[in-house]
């Protein structure tokens, strides 16, 4: 049963577009995510989070948007770079004394110069 | 800091052999993961550790699987024996404090058994 998930496995875009990531998740005990990127042979490394008070959290060209009613939440990078190619993994934390993080299987972004 | 460091970077394998993965936290991070990353299953946590404690091991695939913190700067990852369809790559990961705070990851040991 995945709690957390990225239906689309890539995304391609070019240069200086925007590129929407999407991710869902099914537990109403969630209440912070975060979004990771991963390069090829490292570690993931944390890009953005927001916490379920919010519905908007922005840095710089990352948004992330989170629509607690759908379960849903994105990521916008605008413009998107041929850097930002990389594998993206949303997360998502249920709080309490429980540091869990449950991720998505995540969504390869490339970006076309 | 460093970072988390991991070691080996790569390990390859026959199967029925012991194989211990190593981690090296963030220092002053008190909260310790484990993390097993396939095509399949995406990244699956396997474990975690706070205050050098185990909370929650219900990820272990099967007994074959032990993980240890026998101190806040180390922790290891056992599994004996070893099988192919262990392969996948592993990371360790460290955080500090409780709730909202990111959890950073090493770069991961990538794991081959032949």
């Known amino acids: 049963d995945q709690q957390v998930k990225q239906n689309s496995p890539s995304l391609s875009v070019q240069e200086g577009r925007i590129s929407i990531l999407n991710c869902d998740y099914t537990?109403?005990?969630?209440?912070?995510f975060l979004w990771y990127k991963k390069y090829p042979a490292e570690g993931p490394t944390f890009l953005i989070s927001i916490s379920s008070i919010k519905d908007k959290n922005e840095d710089g060209r990352f948004t992330v948007f989170l629509n607690k009613s759908a379960k849903h939440l994105s990521l916008h990078i605008v413009p998107s770079q041929p850097g930002d190619s990389a594998v993206y993994f949303c997360a998502a934390h249920s709080g309490g004394s429980n540091y869990k993080l449950t991720f998505g299987k995540g969504t390869l972004l490339t970006v076309n110069p | 800091d460093a970072g988390v460091i991991q070691s080996p970077r790569h390990e390859v394998t026959e199967m029925g052999q012991e194989v211990t993965l190593r981690c090296k936290p963030i220092?002053?991070?008190?909260?310790l993961f484990w993390y097993r990353q396939t095509m399949m299953r995406g990244l699956e946590l396997l474990i975690y550790?706070?205050?050098?404690?185990?909370?929650?091991d219900s990820g272990m695939p099967e007994d074959r699987f032990s993980a240890k913190m026998p101190n806040a700067s180390f922790s290891t990852l056992k599994i004996q024996p070893s099988e192919p369809r262990d392969s996948a790559v592993y990371f360790c990961?460290?955080?500090?404090?409780?709730?909202?705070?990111?959890?950073?990851f090493g770069q991961g040991t990538r794991l081959t058994v032949v």
């Open positions: 537990n109403s005990m969630f209440d912070y």
């Open positions: 550790f706070n205050n050098n404690v185990p909370i929650d």
């Open positions: 990961a460290s955080k500090w404090g409780e709730l909202n705070t990111e959890a950073f």
């Open positions: 220092s002053g991070h008190n909260s």
